[in-house]
């Protein structure tokens, strides 16, 4: 019976077609895509032997480059595609949809792609979290998964880049698995792309030569190249008047191998005056040029690329889908206690923020490469794909992803769930404790199920200790304020005995379960969780193990600060210092303050749009940590803070100040290490603030002209120099007080009722 009977049939009796079994099912076909389909359902438990189903694939001449067409002829599957990759495409739909061994095909599936390039990036070097282990199997693998999902471009990283030439834990020399990793997407039908930074000064002279000599170097080694991407920065520093001559140097080396390779340029680093240059030599209109693409560390928006090329050139998305925090698309509102753990680089399923960042960056532009560092933001990359294949699939993404990696249908709440865990106070989310229940009752033992169970584990873990470091930091802080009654002594003995409270039990429990998810993830996908224990190359490239135990209070500088009390010449000066530490807040001062970097403690903050009307947060304050810990002395308000990007001041607004009264302000300077000048104005007026820091952290503390508050409201406005390049950051401020003075009886005098 023909499908077309078959439906028709079942229309008049009510019936629905049978799933199609796949256990007996025979691939026949393509020798590359029906093999990898062959393989993936002998995985899920298919025999080759007694077929009695066939999947026949069939190259046609007339399908466009990308697209299949699936048919059900009874019991017997027919794919069509032009070549192998859009029969690997095909492979990947059926693998997508299938439950198991049962695939559910009513009626013809057609499809082709909505955007032009959907790719990712790969790279074998010593700062990425997990492919740097990886043998050139498993590296394979990841390409064939990548092609199942759609991908038409792998990006691989040049072996020359902004790292260290090799790794401890590379099974084989990086040319090897750049080279692999070629040939594996070639043998797909995949586009071959290289990353390739320009690290040297160039000149026109020997440093453009030797370039033009290591690229032609890589280049024999390859069996294609079909693009070469050259970021102006982030790695490189060229500027855009001597990018230009160096990229046609080696526009001509690529073509003498591949003639059709593109090349394509970024604006990554670039500071105003040099993205004017950029453009400027855009307007000249190079030949040798294909393209542009916009990535991190980018001062303008797609946006304004696409206006100012004009149509001049495609432009191509490289989003930053690995970083948390510090990055192209933090995450909004992150809470410090998180920030501090898990790190920039963290197991990051982010299905809201990328939908928002996909349909905010993607119009006019032809596609996306994602910048990816390793396996912890393997939902965001595929996510991505399936984005870039069809806009309306995210609804089926989640269950897609379970039936391709998982096996269990309960995953497909995960992602959001995890996604969830990171909104608002974690002590307060009662949802962490939720999803870390739904995450072990998944069944599964891919690496992909124990990477989101130890993201759920450790989301559980932060929310445990949080709690109880509050608990001991308030109590301490509370025995502090009572030194006017009971002395020094007992006040600093009660503080003590306060942060010698020990951590519940749970708190063991789910730290060892995280110990243990990270070895397996280790010996699994080669994730590297901890720098001694896995052998990552830095705590901040993914090793977030090796902070999991860090303090959550400020034990340690409150202790500091005790005994520096304490050696104070006589008690009434130890009494009012150790008061002063259990005030942090300056309640005593009826101060208004801010924890800048702590969502639920910066009321004052203009925090701006947000997400999803502002994915990059470039209109938006942005919460965000210091490389440091409160282990180190830091206390938690002085290594959170809230800053600006680029142009954009960090602001904070007052209401209701009292007209007749004069403030002081007080703020904490701290953050990352930058060393660039802050301008500090209220209400639009400068105010005579240090520029420079000296220190990190430093108080600051001026008072503002009564004239500026006289009418009840004021507004803070930290600046930096305008043009800057590169990420734009900076502009970093920790804590702020508006401390009221005492009324004098001219200001009471005059003072309207």
């Known amino acids: 019976m023909s499908l077309v009977a078959a439906l028709m049939l079942a229309t008049a009796t009510g019936a629905v077609p049978a799933p199609v ?66 029969l690997v495409y095909a492979a990947g739909w059926i693998l997508r949809h299938a439950d198991g061994l049962q695939l559910k095909l009513d009626a013809s599936v057609v499809e082709q792609p909505r955007q032009a390039v959907r790719g990712t990036q790969i790279g074998y070097r010593f700062k990425n979290n997990s492919y740097d282990a990886w043998t050139i199997a498993m590296l394979r693998r990841r390409i064939e998964d990548f092609a199942l999902w759609g991908v038409n471009r792998i990006q691989i990283i040049a072996p020359r880049s902004d790292d260290a030439p090799t790794s401890p834990l590379m099974p084989v020399p990086p040319e090897k698995a750049v080279t692999a990793m070629a040939q594996a997407a070639t043998a797909l039908g995949l586009d071959v792309a290289i990353f390739y930074p320009a690290l040297d000064d160039y000149d026109g002279g020997a440093a453009d030569a030797a370039e033009a000599g290591r690229l032609d170097a890589l280049l024999r080694s390859l069996p294609k190249v079909d693009a070469l991407y050259i970021p102006g920065g982030d790695p490189g520093h060229t500027p855009p008047d001597r990018l230009f001559p160096l990229a046609q140097r080696l526009a001509g080396v690529l073509r003498a191998r591949f003639p059709r390779a593109e090349l394509l340029l970024s ?188 993201r759920a584990v450790y989301d559980a873990l932060v929310r445990a200790r949080l709690t109880g470091a509050r608990a001991r930091q308030a109590e301490a802080l509370y025995a502090l304020r009572q030194a006017p009654g009971v002395g020094p002594d007992a006040a600093v003995a009660g503080a003590r005995f306060a942060y010698a409270r020990m951590d519940m039990k749970r708190v063991a429990a789910l ?129 959170s803070y809230a800053e600006a990007l680029y142009e954009q001041p960090l602001t904070l607004h007052y209401e209701g100040l009292e007209k007749g009264r004069a403030y002081r302000l007080r703020y904490t300077w701290a953050g990352e290490d930058y060393v660039l000048p802050l301008t500090l104005t209220a209400n639009g007026v400068p105010l005579p603030a240090p520029s420079t820091r000296s220190s990190n952290p430093q108080r600051v503390e001026l008072a503002i002209p009564q004239v500026l508050t006289a009418g009840g409201t004021l507004d803070l406005g930290w600046t930096r120099p305008p043009g800057i390049g590169g990420g734009g950051r900076g502009r970093q401020i920790a804590e702020v007080w508006l401390i009221p003075q005492p009324l004098n009886q001219a200001a009471l005098a005059g003072a309207t009722p």
């Open 21 to 86: 079994a796949l256990q007996l099912a025979c691939v026949e076909g393509d020798r590359v895509a029906a093999g990898l389909l062959r393989q993936r359902l002998a995985e899920r438990g298919a025999r080759s032997a007694g077929c009695r189903v066939h999947v026949r694939m069939v190259s046609s001449s007339a399908m466009a480059k990308e697209s299949f067409r699936i048919e059900r002829q009874g019991d017997d599957i027919i794919i069509r595609a032009k070549a192998t990759r859009g």
């Open 267 to 454: 604006t990554q680093g670039f500071d105003a005056a040099g993205l004017d240059t950029f453009y400027a030599q855009l307007a000249k209109r190079p030949r040798w040029l294909s393209g542009i693409f916009v990535g991190p560390q980018t001062r303008e928006s797609v946006a304004m690329h696409l206006r100012r090329i004009g149509g001049q050139y495609p432009v191509e998305l490289y989003p930053d889908t690995a970083h948390a925090m510090q990055a192209q698309l933090p995450v909004p509102d992150w809470h410090p206690a998180f920030a501090l753990t898990q790190g920039r680089e963290t197991v990051n399923p982010r299905p809201a923020a990328m939908r928002a960042a996909f349909d905010h960056l993607s119009p006019g532009t032809s596609g996306a490469v994602t910048y990816s560092e390793g396996v912890n933001d393997d939902w965001n990359v595929h996510q991505w794909l399936a984005l870039g294949w069809k806009a309306d699939s995210e609804p089926n993404i989640a269950t897609q992803y379970s039936r391709f990696y998982i096996g269990d249908p309960a995953f497909a709440a995960i992602p959001a769930m995890l996604e969830a865990n990171w909104r608002g106070d974690p002590a307060d989310n009662v949802g962490i404790d939720a999803t870390l229940d739904a995450v072990d009752r998944i069944k599964s033992t891919s690496w992909q199920a124990d990477l989101y169970r130890y």
């Open 511 to 639: 730290y060892e379960r995280l110990v243990v998810l990270a070895d397996q993830l280790r010996a699994k996908a080669g994730v590297q969780l901890s720098v001694e224990r896995h052998g990552a190359s830095h705590w901040r490239r993914g090793a977030n193990l090796d902070r999991a135990m860090i303090d959550l209070n400020d034990r340690v500088a409150v202790e500091r600060d005790m005994q520096a009390a304490l050696a104070l010449p006589n008690p009434a000066e130890r009494t009012k210092a150790l008061v002063a530490i259990g005030d942090r807040w300056g309640m005593a001062d009826f101060a208004l303050y801010d924890d800048l970097g702590d969502p639920g403690n910066e009321p004052h903050l203009v925090r701006g749009p947000g997400y999803p009307d502002d994915p990059q947060l470039w209109r938006s304050a942005i919460d965000g940590v210091a490389a440091h810990s409160p282990n180190e002395g830091w206390r938690m308000a002085e290594l």
